[in-house]
Nanobody, 119 residues
Framework: QVQLVESGGGLVQAGGSLRLSCAAS????????MGWYRQAPGKQRELVAA???????DYADSVKGRFTISRDNAKNTVYLQMNSLKPKDTAVYFC?????????????WGQGTQVTVSS
């Protein structure tokens, strides 16, 4: 079973930066897409950024130009660099990855990490 462990959340003032990390572990044969989602209180989970195995990226309009997603395939790790943070970025951020184990495909979520941006 593939597990994802996130780190790097916390409390930051508006205009500040944070870097989230998410490491995948387990019987991984290959990882295709990796991404970050967020869920604010009372709202649905939404895609923040995604990155394909070849490095192609996609961002929510609300974070374009401020957030950067990257991945280290050798470490099965995805990162989210968040700059110019705003109070509306406050949410629990979840990592997601999908790919293949030796005998099955997987689609896994991390446990979430809280990001709080104060005004």
């Amino acid at each position: 079973q593939v597990q994802l462990v996130e780190s790097g959340g916390g409390l930051v003032q508006a205009g500040g930066s944070l870097r989230l990390s998410c490491a995948a572990s387990g019987s991984i044969f290959s990882i295709n897409g990796m991404g970050w989602y967020r869920q604010a209180p009372g709202k649905q989970r939404e895609l923040v950024a995604a990155i394909g195995s070849g490095g192609s990226t996609d961002y929510a309009d609300s974070v374009k130009g401020r957030f950067t997603i990257s991945r280290d395939n050798a470490k099965n790790t995805v990162y989210l660099q968040m700059n110019s943070l705003k109070p509306k970025d406050t949410a629990v951020y979840f990592c997601h990855a999908e790919g293949s184990e030796p005998q099955a495909e997987f689609s896994s979520w991390g446990q979430g990490t809280q990001v709080t941006v104060s005004s």
